[in-house]
């Protein structure tokens, strides 16, 4: 595609409520990274991974959280269970290479009631 | 540890008048230094990087961003601002042992007519 595309645009779920959020980076891309931002934030490093595989997830703030990208392409990011305090802004970013510039999505903006 | 920092929150300029956004950032070796801009809604949009080379950088929408070693920054300047600039815009640098773009916390500049 044309760029990085994010779905849902917007969620809102009930606290304790599982959510998935979807990105599908730009193809070819080798990098893809998940970022969270809070309101009045910059966006924190959540997860990335290098085609398939997940080579870094320091990020992610609890093992609610869970991310994929199975087939190096499409990725996933899971919150199990989700709290009022994972309401944020969540990007999704892809990269050609490592250390190369990242693009990125819209965001999803999750809010949790 | 790696981090980058924007020291102005908020930042208000007439329209027609110069602009310059601070960016210092704190690595062990010299990263790669990005500068993205936010408008509301939005997802990331890049300015303008430096990998090496030139240290002053011509980006896009008229900005530009100088390197200076010495004092670890990357500041942002444009000479003459559009109301259309008005949008948050963030500092990010990229290096060392890791895989991340690290994020500062963004400037939000608003423009007077």
Request: glycine share 10%.
């Amino acid at each position: 595609g044309a760029g990085v595309s994010q779905s849902p645009r917007y969620k809102v779920a009930k606290r304790g409520q599982d959510v998935a959020l979807r990105c599908d980076p730009i193809s070819g891309h080798v990098s893809l990274f998940w970022y969270q931002q809070a309101l009045g934030q910059g966006p924190e490093f959540l997860t990335y991974f290098q085609n398939e595989a997940q080579l870094d997830k320091s990020g992610l703030p609890s093992d609610r959280f869970f991310a994929e990208r199975p087939e190096g392409s499409v990725s996933t990011l899971k919150i199990q269970r989700t709290q009022q305090e994972d309401s944020a802004v969540y990007l999704c970013a892809s990269s050609p290479a490592q250390g190369t510039e990242a693009f990125f999505g819209q965001g999803t903006r999750l809010t949790v009631v | 540890a790696q981090s980058v920092t924007q020291p102005d929150i908020h930042i208000t300029v007439s329209e027609g008048a110069s602009l310059e956004l601070r960016c210092n950032y704190s690595y062990g070796a010299t990263p790669y230094l990005f500068w993205y801009v936010q408008s509301p809604g939005q997802g990331l949009q890049l300015l303008l990087k430096y990998f090496s080379g030139d240290t002053l950088v011509q980006g896009i929408k008229g900005f530009e961003a100088e390197f200076k070693r010495s004092q670890s920054s990357f500041n942002l300047r444009k000479p003459s601002v559009h109301w259309s600039d008005a949008a948050e815009y963030f500092c990010a640098a990229y290096g060392g042992a890791t895989n991340k773009l690290i994020f500062g916390t963004g400037t939000l500049l608003a423009v007077q007519p």
